[in-house]
């Protein structure tokens, strides 16, 4: 079947815009999360989304990155006024529930010039 | 809070060689643990894991890894080894009860003809 989708593959803006990412998790899984590869600080964890809990933004590294989730299914993750530090791979993942393997996708390269 | 060391960035070997990648974690709670592969310019794959029971654990791929409670080590190995595992491999753990993955720096795998 049709694994965890990301698009655009890749993202060039200029420092101060703003992006989106989007993630589309595998049919009837619940979690999705979004990862951050780095070469300074390989892989983190951003942010996590269960079913219609509150999500799990503890790994979000400032108030300008946020994320939704639309009716349990498609994730976007918005990063404002970018900088070049914001430059990475970003990884989306999902799974069938809480505890379960964690399926990647190919992530979006973001480079901020 | 969880760390995860992966102990070599980089790991040349010889096709057909046993190999062994080294992780370590540090947690002061119980985990789950597992070891994701990379291939260029792709997503990340589930090698393995462990949640409970035996401790080794054997994976796809021919690979294999062993939970080691006393040492906090969960190390990768594989006996022969062939061109196509040419990847980066990234060790992980999840705090158990909790949902994100603390990943290792990885370890590049170069197999040598």
């Known amino acids: 079947g049709a694994g965890v989708s990301q698009s655009p593959s890749n993202k060039v803006t200029e420092k101060g815009k703003d992006v989106e990412l989007r993630c589309d998790p595998i049919s009837g899984h619940t979690a999705l999360y979004w990862y951050r590869q780095s070469l300074g600080q390989g892989l983190e964890f951003l942010i996590y989304f269960q079913g219609n809990s509150a999500p799990d933004k503890s790994g979000l590294p400032s108030d300008r990155f946020s994320a939704e989730r639309t009716g349990g299914s498609v994730s976007t993750l918005t990063i404002q006024r970018t900088q070049q530090e914001d430059s990475a791979v970003y990884l989306c993942?999902?799974?069938?529930?809480?505890?379960?393997?964690?399926?990647f996708g190919p992530g979006t390269r973001l480079l901020v010039l | 809070a969880q760390s995860v060391t992966q102990l070599d960035s980089q790991v040349p070997v010889f096709e057909e060689a046993p190999v062994e990648l080294r992780c370590n974690y540090s947690s002061s709670v119980s985990v789950y643990l597992f070891w994701y592969v990379q291939y260029p310019n792709q997503g990340l794959q589930l090698l393995l894991k462990y949640l409970s029971g035996s401790t080794l654990v054997k994976g796809i791929n021919g690979f294999e890894a062993e939970f080691n409670k006393s040492q906090t080590s969960f190390h990768l190995r594989k006996p022969s080894v062939h061109i196509s595992d040419t990847a980066e491999y990234f060790c992980?753990?999840?705090?158990?009860?909790?949902?994100?993955?603390?990943f290792g720096q990885g370890t590049r795998l170069t197999i040598n003809p």
């Open positions: 993942a999902s799974s069938p529930g809480v505890q379960e393997t964690q399926y």
């Open positions: 992980a753990v999840s705090p158990q009860g909790a949902q994100k993955l603390v």
